[in-house]
């Protein structure tokens, strides 16, 4: 995989342990964007890049949005253990490199894993004092105009992925907490985000975060 940059210039705060922050929800609800607005807050936050072996879609950038690979990388990597979670969705593989986990805490950053609701359950094993938080759609119809709108899955596929979403929303208090992504507000779900992220570290009797 290449190497990828560095997340923020600000430091950690002093004495306060790193947190992991495991953000989930279903798909096309809007996980990407509003991580796209959490890079530019400029916190001392460190941002996992998933592998996956689905094809690039039009503006995202290899090492950036994911690292895409191809299905015998992939395989290798699983088999040389390299990912700290790996699942296959939609019939694409999508691994979470124990590399891209390690890195953040070592320079003693938050470190914010966005996945799957099958892959949150897993990590939450891992690491159960993590923060997990659910993202949801302000409603069904919302969801299924932004998965149209992506114009990269066939209606088979977008149904579903509808289905799954809602088969997914039923998991959602098994989280931390939930955050509403409404159409056209998504300012506000990052500064929900934001707050949440910033209560936790502040939290009195937090322990340190160790991957079991």
Known sequence: MPETRSDTTSDATPGVPPLLVVLSGPSGVGKDAALTELRKLDRPWH???TATTR????????GVDYFFLDESTFIRMKSEGQFLEHA???GRRYGVP???VTTGFEAGKDVILKIDVQGASTVK?????????????GTVDELRDRLSQRMTESTPEM??????ATEEMEQASQFNC????????LKQAV????????????????APLHLL
Not at 55 to 62: C, Q, Y
Not at 125 to 134: D, G, S, T, V, Y
Not at 178 to 185: C, F, G, K, M
Not at 191 to 206: C, H, N, S, W
């Open 47 to 49: 941002f996992v890049i």
């Open 55 to 62: 094809p690039i879609r039009p503006g995202e950038t290899d």
């Open 88 to 90: 296959e969705v939609y």
């Open 98 to 100: 124990r590399s891209q």
């Open 125 to 137: 094993k891992m690491a159960p004092n993590a923060l997990f938080i659910f993202m949801v759609p």
């Open 159 to 164: 149904e579903l992925r509808l289905k799954m």
């Open 178 to 185: 939930q955050v509403v992504n409404r159409e056209d507000d």
């Open 191 to 206: 500064a929900d985000i934001d707050a949440t992220i910033a209560a936790e570290k502040m939290r009195p009797g937090r």
